[in-house]
């Protein structure tokens, strides 16, 4: 069975970084794609960033130039560095993993960031 554990969240105050991490344990595939995503109070759910197989990184305009998305293969891993964190990146953090054949969409519980002074 698949799964995806994040770490890394937490309590950070405005202008701090945090670094979250995503790894995949079981039998999950070929990776085609991986994405961060998060979800503020009473909002949908939306894509923070997201990399592919090939190394084509994708962001949100708000976080461009402060966040970092990368991945370690071999340790079927997915990060992201954020830093010069806002109060409005706070919400729960989920991993989204494209993976398999026929592929399939892998989601992790969620780590939640709070960004307050």
């Known amino acids: 069975q698949v799964q995806l554990v994040e770490s890394g969240g937490g309590l950070v105050q405005p202008g701090g970084s945090l670094r979250l991490s995503c790894a995949a344990s079981g039998s999950i595939g070929n990776i085609y794609s991986m994405g961060w995503y998060r979800q503020a109070p009473g909002k949908q759910r939306d894509l923070v960033a997201s990399i592919t197989n090939g190394d084509i990184t994708n962001y949100a305009d708000s976080v461009k130039g402060r966040f970092t998305i990368s991945r370690d293969n071999a340790k079927k891993s997915l990060y992201l560095q954020m830093n010069s964190l806002k109060p409005e990146d706070t919400g729960i953090y989920y991993c989204?993993?494209?993976?398999?054949?026929?592929?399939?969409?892998?989601w992790g519980q969620g780590t939640q960031v709070t960004v307050s002074s």
């Open positions: 989204n993993f494209i993976a398999g054949w026929p592929r399939r969409s892998y």
